[in-house]
């Protein structure tokens, strides 16, 4: 990529960015369901290692939830203090929803998470692509404060982002790709490495996104 097209890219996401809730209202108004790449007809990744790795008697946040069904298989199987969290009202109106009355059980926080302040503390921390859209290194130095203050001592993140030869851009937005080792490198040493995996997750429109997962635990 030349200097230009980095310049081109690095502005177009400050202008973006700068607007970041209409910018995701936009989608989720105009892309129902299966409309988004990223769409999942179950979580089952992000359950799995949930499950293998904290209690659902804790409490766990959903990091730019979205319109994911995690909510939905997670209060399915017990888990009793489920909150979500997104930047786009009209996600969380679209969950909301589906939810019914279970919604009542649940804690909706419309936030970005670049400037959120956290006043819980959570045992688990899911994140499936929102850090890869931190192109910024402030906002990543952000994240990666918040979820060290946000997530208990002994407390687990899962997080997902595309993989060193996944996308680079997503959405109409420029991503950031990782590896295992970025991945702990970035985050240690206040998380040590639990677990790690490459997902292939295909879209709705048949292509290949590579994803790197991993489970972290706060030390």
């Avoid at 996401?13 to 105009?30: F, I, K, N, P, Q």
């Avoid at 819980?120 to 994140?127: L, M, S």
Wanted: include cysteine.
């Amino acid at each position: 990529m030349t200097q230009s097209a980095e310049q081109f890219l690095s502005e177009r996401y400050r202008r973006t960015m700068d607007d970041a809730a209409g910018h995701w209202d936009s989608v989720y108004e105009t892309k129902v369901g299966n409309g988004v790449s990223w769409f999942q007809a179950e979580p089952s990744i992000s359950l799995r290692l949930l499950e293998r790795w904290a209690s659902p008697a804790r409490s766990v946040i959903d990091i730019g939830a979205g319109a994911s069904t995690l909510a939905d298989v997670l209060l399915d199987v017990g888990w009793l203090d489920v909150t979500v969290l997104d930047i786009s009202e009209e996600a969380l109106k679209n969950v909301r929803h589906r939810l019914g009355e279970r919604a009542e059980a649940t804690t909706f926080i419309s936030a970005d998470i670049r400037s959120w302040v956290p006043n819980n503390i959570y045992d688990a921390w899911h994140d499936r692509a929102v850090f890869h859209f931190l192109v910024e290194q402030a906002d990543r130095d952000r994240y990666v404060a918040l979820a060290t203050q946000a997530i208990r001592p002994g407390g687990v993140m899962v997080l997902a982002t595309f993989a060193a030869d996944g996308p680079t851009a997503c959405s109409g937005l420029p991503t950031r790709r990782y590896d295992t080792d970025e991945l702990v490198r970035i985050f240690g040493p206040a998380f040590a490495l639990e677990h790690a995996e490459r997902e292939e997750h295909t879209t709705p429109f048949g292509t290949i996104q590579p994803f790197s997962w991993v489970v972290l635990r706060h030390m």
